[in-house]
C-alpha cells in the first residue's frame, strides 16, 4: 500500500531529522527528499518496484513523491533518517525545482573518499540538529548545503522539461488525494471502482494509474495498509487477534492471517508470541516501527562513527 506522509519541518524550515527502527514500514511517499543511513542491522528497501538490500553502513537517496517500502531482515532495523524539501537552496539553485536522481545509492556513485565525508556531513548535521545548541541552525544548514553539493555533484539526475514537470506534479496530486482517501477508509469495505468515481476515471484507467505510480495493485495496497495496521495493535494483549483482524479492515481473520504468513512467515498469533517482547516498554503497542527520543538519538550518534560505518 502507498501512505501519503505529512513531513513536519518543526524544528528546522525545510528540514526534518531523526532515528527510526523499523520492523516494517508499508508503502508511502511524501514531499521531500529523503537521505537515510543505515546504523544497525539488516533489511529490504523497495523503491518504485526496485529492490535494495541494505546493512550497516549503506545510504539510499529518494526522491519526492516516490513510493517506498521498508522491511527488516533482522529484528529491526535502525536508519539515521534526514528529510529535506525541494524549497531548501531554491533560490540558488533553481534546478532543485525540476531535477530529479536517477540512481538511489550513494554509496555506488560516490569516490571513496567524498562517500567517508558525505557520512562525516550526515552524522554531524544530525547531531546539531538534535542538540539546538547556539548557531545550530546555521551549522545545520552548512552540512546539508554540502551534503546537497555532493549529492548533485556525484549522482546521476535529470531535469525534467516544464511539460514532464507539469505532468508529474498533476500525478502527485491524484496519488495525494487517492492515498488519502484510503488512508481515511481502509478499516471499511472499499472498492478500486469507489475511488474511480471519486476521480472520474475508468477502474481499468485507475488500475494502470496504481501499477505505475504506487508500484503495487490496488489490492495489495489495501492488503498492506490493513496489515501495518494490525502490526501497530497486536502487542496488545487485551485485544484477540480476531478483534484485531476486525480493526484493521479485514474482513476475516483468514485473511489477515494469509497476509501475516506471506509477509513474516508466520500467523499473527506466533508473530506476537515471538516479536512484542524486546521492544521498549512505551511502545510494546506498536511492534512495526520506533522513533526514538531525542535523547536516545544522542545517545545512539555518540557511538557511531564513520570508521564504523565503512
Do not use: W
Amino acid at each position: 500500500m502507498i501512505e501519503y506522509e505529512i513531513v513536519k519541518h518543526d524544528r528546522l524550515k525545510d528540514v526534518r531529522i531523526f532515528i527510526n527502527s523499523i520492523r516494517l514500514r508499508s508503502v508511502h511517499m511524501h514531499r521531500d527528499l529523503e537521505l537515510f543511513l543505515v546504523l544497525e542491522g539488516e533489511g529490504t528497501v523497495i523503491i518504485k518496484n526496485q529492490k535494495h538490500s541494505v546493512r550497516r553502513g549503506d545510504t539510499l537517496l529518494i526522491n519526492a513523491y516516490d513510493s517506498h517500502e521498508i522491511i527488516a531482515l533482522t529484528d529491526t532495523l535502525t536508519l539515521l533518517i534526514i528529510q529535506f524539501s525541494n524549497h531548501f537552496l531554491r533560490e540558488y539553485y533553481h534546478a532543485m525545482r525540476n531535477t530529479v536522481f536517477l540512481n538511489n545509492s550513494p554509496k555506488s556513485q560516490f569516490p571513496e573518499a567524498e562517500y567517508e565525508k558525505l557520512l562525516d556531513d550526515m552524522i554531524r548535521l544530525s547531531n546539531d540538529y538534535l542538540r539546538e545548541e547556539h548557531l545550530f541552525e546555521l551549522s545545520c544548514v552548512h552540512y546539508l548545503s554540502d551534503i546537497i553539493y555532493m549529492l548533485y555533484r556525484y549522482m546521476d539526475t535529470a531535469e525534467l522539461s516544464e511539460t514532464e514537470y507539469t505532468k508529474r506534479k498533476k500525478q502527485n496530486r491524484r496519488v495525494d488525494r487517492i492515498s488519502s482517501y484510503i488512508s481515511e477508509n481502509y478499516q471499511r469495505p472499499l472498492r478500486l471502482s469507489d475511488i474511480a468515481e471519486m476521480e472520474g476515471i475508468t477502474t481499468t484507467h485507475l488500475s494502470h494509474f496504481f501499477t505505475e505510480n504506487f508500484g503495487i495493485t490496488f489490492q495489495e495496497y489495501l492488503r498492506d495498509k490493513r496489515l501495518e495496521c494490525a502490526l501497530r495493535m497486536i502487542g496488545d494483549d487485551s485485544l484477540t487477534i480476531s478483534e484485531i483482524a476486525s480493526s484493521s479492515g479485514f474482513s476475516e481473520l483468514k485473511y489477515m492471517t494469509k497476509a501475516f504468513k506471506e509477509a513474516f512467515g508466520m500467523s499473527p498469533s506466533l508473530y506476537r508470541e515471538n516479536k512484542v517482547i524486546n521492544l521498549p516498554a512505551n511502545k510494546k503497542a506498536d511492534i512495526s516501527e520506533y522513533i526514538h527520543s531525542k535523547d536516545e538519538s544522542l545517545s545512539i550518534l555518540s557511538s557511531i562513527t564513520v570508521k564504523s560505518m565503512l
